[in-house]
T-cell receptor, first 106, second 115 residues
Framework: KNEVEQSPQNLTAQEGEFITINCSYS?????LHWLQQHPGGGIVSLFM???GKKKHGRLIATINIQEKHSSLHITASHPRDSAVYIC????????FGTGTSLTVIP | DAGVIQSPRHEVTEMGQEVTLRCKPI?????LFWYRQTMMRGLELLIY????????DSGMPEDRFSAKMPNASFSTLKIQPSEPRDSAVYFC?????????????FGEGSRLTVL
């Protein structure tokens, strides 16, 4: 069993759509990270959360500690949002989700 | 700041050869992480350092792998001898400090192919 589960694994959306990617975890954590990996391979840290909600531009990340669940939302999606989004949690160890591959079609 | 700098970006080597990957962290960042990414296993944490001291190396797959951080501005990940199953992209990341404490900053990765 994976300590971090993401859904969906793959997602295709039309430009402008509202997108939600989910992350559930089963271990105690001190923080949760959302990472973005573009087709070129580079990884960028989008958010680090330990509670509540964070917003950056069109991206919103929320976390519910009691339910051990986090969501990443993209409003008004754009083709340049096409990437793999990875959820990672830090506690006693680092655990990674397997990623959600997002394709936004013009 | 130039960000996390990794070298080489690409390396192709033959089985049995020694491979050394290098990482220059962002100045002032106290934590440094080595990750490996493969299609089969996704991202895996190999080892991380805090203030140049290895804290958790439980992700290091075998004794063939070793990592060092002799000072705050340099780290290496060595594989000796290398095997084809070591082929992967190896990322170095550092942990932010101050207002960006806990945030991860990734290098562009070193793509290793072992023939």
């Amino acid at each position: 069993k994976n300590e971090v589960e993401q859904s969906p694994q793959n997602l295709t959306a039309q430009e402008g759509e509202f997108i939600t990617i989910n992350c559930s975890y089963s271990v105690g954590i001190s923080a949760l990270h959302w990472l973005q990996q573009h087709p070129g391979g580079g990884i960028v840290s989008l958010f680090m959360l330990s509670s509540g909600k964070k917003k950056h531009g069109r991206l919103i990340a929320t976390i519910n500690i009691q339910e051990k669940h986090s969501s990443l939302h993209i409003t008004a999606s754009h083709p340049r949002d096409s990437a793999v989004y990875i959820c990672a949690v830090t506690g006693n160890q680092f655990y990674f989700g397997t990623g959600t591959s997002l394709t936004v079609i013009p | 700041d130039a960000g996390v700098i990794q070298s080489p970006r690409h390396e192709v080597t033959e089985m049995g050869q020694e491979v050394t990957l290098r990482c220059k962290p962002i100045s002032g960042h106290n934590s440094l992480f080595w990750y490996r990414q493969t299609m089969m296993r996704g991202l895996e944490l190999l080892i991380y350092f805090n203030n140049n001291v290895p804290i958790d190396d439980s992700g290091m797959p075998e004794d063939r792998f070793s990592a060092k951080m002799p000072n705050a501005s340099f780290s290496t990940l060595k594989i000796q001898p290398s095997e084809p199953r070591d082929s992967a992209v190896y990322f170095c990341a550092t942990g932010g400090s101050g207002p960006k404490a806990g945030e991860l900053f990734f290098g562009e990765g070193s793509r290793l192919t072992v023939l």
